[in-house]
């Protein structure tokens, strides 16, 4: 047991004993900028950037390199407790970005683990790498990461490693996007109308994903026309001129009424779909002439840039 001791404690102390500058480092601290990012858009986004490594004192050393998080997020940036996916590769497509707790160390056992073999000589070497940012749904805003650069020197059986603190920068600006998902075009219909009964309702659910707030414009294009205060269906090939011509109708959006022929709204990020909820008035058909009644409702979904904060999947009137 004593001997087992020993040889511990002298293992410990040659540990210590390595020198703590690295085989190989940057002498370049490149800034990847990702402007107009579409969270929504086909393939993400791709950014190319280099690192200029040297060997201490001009020499030249074999070693091996991977980046890491400098603040230990594990692959993602993140904001507002949601995260954002990216990874790093290197020219040769492999993945070089260390997860926290990859403890693996390079070499041919390794294949798979995120190391480049670098090599840089009397005259330095030039590393490639790509930023790929994943198309997923992440809070609009501006979004910073570092990155450190791992460095593994061989020594005798094994390698000693090393951190190079902060050799890459990266800020991606993210886009309030909102955009309507499946089709532009519904169609509510309210069959045939009663002469004495209860209303004709329907409903329908647009689509959407939004990276941020909105605004929700609705106009009811025979209630302005009519100038009236609610949605108006009209006769066709009528005009509208009378009110047995027109049949009006009252709008929820979000459950949330339309008070007038047109109404705003601003919703808040993570709204999945805008239900819209039309009714007409209790017997509908009552005094209105035989024929088929239309209206077109327009609905406009624009970012909200600069308006009233609203939580996050709810809407409220503007």
């Known amino acids: 047991m004593r001997a087992i001791m020993l040889f511990l404690l002298v293992a410990l102390e040659a540990l210590a004993a390595c020198p703590a500058s690295a085989c190989i480092d940057s002498t370049s601290h490149p800034f990847v900028n990702v402007e107009r990012f579409d969270p929504f858009g086909a393939g993400g986004a791709v950014r190319n950037f280099s690192l200029s490594l040297r060997g201490p004192g001009g020499t030249g050393q074999h070693a091996y390199v991977q980046l890491v998080d400098h603040d230990a997020q594990g692959g993602a940036f993140r904001i507002g407790g949601e995260l954002g996916p990216y990874t790093i590769v290197a020219a040769t497509g492999q993945a070089v970005l260390a997860q926290q707790g990859d403890t693996r160390p390079p070499g041919m056992s390794n294949l ?19 930023l790929q940012i994943n198309p997923d749904i992440v809070p ?9 650069l791992r460095v593994a020197c061989p020594s005798g059986h094994g390698y000693t490693y090393t951190i190079v603190p902060a050799v890459v920068e990266i800020h991606v600006a993210v886009d309030n996007v909102v955009k309507l998902v499946g089709g532009h075009n519904a169609r509510l219909d309210f069959g045939d109308l009663a002469i004495d ?3 004709s309702k329907a409903q329908e659910l647009v689509g959407l994903r939004a990276s941020g707030a909105f605004n929700i414009a609705v106009r009811s294009e025979g209630g302005v026309i009519a100038g009236a205060n609610s949605g108006v269906m009209m006769r066709e090939n009528a005009g509208g001129l009378t009110d047995a011509d027109r049949i009006p109708y009252r709008v929820n959006v979000q459950n949330l009424p339309m008070n007038g022929a047109e109404a705003h709204y601003r919703c808040g990020g993570a709204v999945g779909a805008i239900s819209i909820a ?14 088929t009644y239309r209206d077109i409702l327009h609905v406009t979904l624009t970012p909200d840039f600069y308006g009233q904060v609203v939580d996050e999947g709810r809407c409220k009137a503007m």
């Open 197 to 199: 009964g209860p209303p």
């Open 112 to 130: 798979n683990s995120p190391w480049v073999a670098v090599n840089p000589g009397a005259h330095g070497e030039m590393v490639n790498f790509q």
């Open 278 to 291: 039309v009714q007409t008035n209790p017997s509908p058909g009552a005094g209105k002439h035989a024929g």
């Open 140 to 148: 609009a805003g501006v979004y910073d990461k570092v990155l450190d």
